[in-house]
């Protein structure tokens, strides 16, 4: 059967669906953003031809528009508008000071800079900088310097008076305040202390705002990206707001979802705000909970976890957890578990470590894990270098997936660059950009890589009626690449580039 008043139709192409109804398919028809009808050219009337605008797409690959289902849109809009410190920008401590004190020179004094991307691990010094450093580069202004994970940040002197750390200063629940050894000054570092400045330090200007919105939004549609889902453990109403401002303005393309911070939960249901609610450029999601152990200790303690999780659960909201470590991953898999809730689909984030008590934990608890690939690729080295033999027991892509668990994936930008082939090349390949392999028997086939980006994305965020595989009914979010994914070895997958982006049915970004 021909569809009715479609708008575009793309032809001459090997369309990978991954709806296991209609594996593979010719011709793809959209109209009014969605997609009407899948199957091959040939099956089309000439009056359905006739009526629509025809793309040729020349013989490549049609796959569903990749979905970060992890990532922080606008702490990665910051990063583009900052002092880039990550490498191959700085590789020393000095450069960090150059490239600080090269934007000092054009700020006025007493205005914040924001700097971003160290990793002290691939700093020559092998250290972290100091608020001592910083002073040297901008000495009349405040800095901010984020670490490359996202849960450390450097402030100089100026900032720290600005947020109102000194010697006598206690460190906030699940914060760290490093400290000089002999004289217990704050040495500028802070660990997860990012929801504790965020009351503190002022945010982006408006304008400042667009432009790194726009940037973002570009970079991720050039990579095939066609819906992120924002899972920033600050996110309150205000920042839900300004996120849907963005949407509302066309300044931010992909399609949106928002995790509104479990602290902040309280807020959303008081504004008749429920899990779902928003349209379909932009809704809220999960609920999003930060369980750390920075000081030494579970934050939050197991107790006040099991409570964290059932308020949530009770205005229906479903979880996701933030756990790194082996015991966290424990921790927020057992409390999963032990606070189950039929109909509510709940998540863990990264699950990074996953000895064998931690996989036990997770194959029992069964929540969707949203991973992320591409830190093998950027983080490799310094993954074999701090835990050697057992760096195998890191993202159990292939143990997680054979044991049932839908797993996902995320680039958790500005941590890492969002781009799907590269992170599908490290879930495949195992290799560090350095070259080194990680745990090669956690491979997954190209197809289980692919399908971490687009349908398990979709599931993750509870849209899989939406998005993620290209079938009827769902919108029209694709991606046209230069080759199959799918039949890439590890060595020509990477060579695989987009050469277009579909979003709600209109061309958002072509090569």
Partial sequence: MSPSAPNLILTNAHVLTLDPARPRASAVVISGGRIAWVGERHRLSPATISAARLMDCGGQIVVPGFID???????????????????????????????????????????????????????????????????????????????????????????????????????????????????????????????????????????????????????????????VQDATPSNSLERWDALRRLKAQKTFTPTLSVMPAAAHLDEFVANNLRFGDGDEISGLAHAKIMLTRSGGSLFPSENDLSAIIAHAHGHGFPVAIHAVEADTVIAAAKALEANHAPGLRDRIEHASECPP?????????????????????????????????????????????????????????????????????????????????????????????????????????????????IAPGKRADLAILTDDPTGASPETLLNIGVATTIVNGRIAWQA
């Fill in 357 to 469: 008590a931690a996989l036990d934990a997770l194959l029992n608890a069964r929540p969707v894990v949203v991973s992320q690939p591409r830190f093998i690729h950027d983080s490799g080295s310094r993954y074999l270098k701090e835990f050697g033999a057992d760096a195998g027991w890191l993202y159990r892509f292939k143990t997680l997936t054979d044991g049932g668990i839908v797993l996902a994936a995320g680039s958790d930008a500005p941590v890492s660059r969002p781009n799907p082939i590269i992170a599908m090349h490290a879930a495949v390949a195992r290799r560090a950009g350095s070259g080194e392999i990680i745990g090669s028997t956690e491979r997954l086939t190209p197809m289980q890589a692919l399908t971490m980006h687009t349908s398990a994305a979709a599931y993750a965020a509870c849209m899989e009626s939406e998005a993620g595989t």
């Fill in 69 to 227: 289902a992890h990532c922080h849109a606008l702490a990665y809009a910051a990063s583009l508008i900052a002092v880039d410190c990550a490498p191959p920008a700085v590789s020393t401590i000095g450069d960090i000071i150059h490239a600080v004190c090269q934007r000092a020179q054009r700020t006025p004094n007493g205005d914040w800079i924001r700097a971003t991307g160290y990793s002290e691990f691939d700093l020559y010094e092998k250290r972290h900088p100091t608020r001592w450093d910083l002073d040297r580069a901008a000495p009349n202004n405040p800095v901010r310097l984020n670490h490359r994970s996202g849960h450390a940040c450097v402030l100089n002197s100026a900032a720290l008076s600005r947020v109102g750390i000194c010697p006598d200063t206690d460190e906030p629940p699940g914060g760290t305040i490093a400290r000089d050894l002999n004289t217990a000054e704050p040495n500028g570092l802070l660990l997860e202390m990012d929801a504790w400045l965020e009351d503190r330090i002022p945010p982006l200007g408006d304008a400042e705002m667009h432009d790194g919105a726009s940037q973002a939004s570009e970079r991720f549609l050039m990579q095939g990206v066609t819906s």
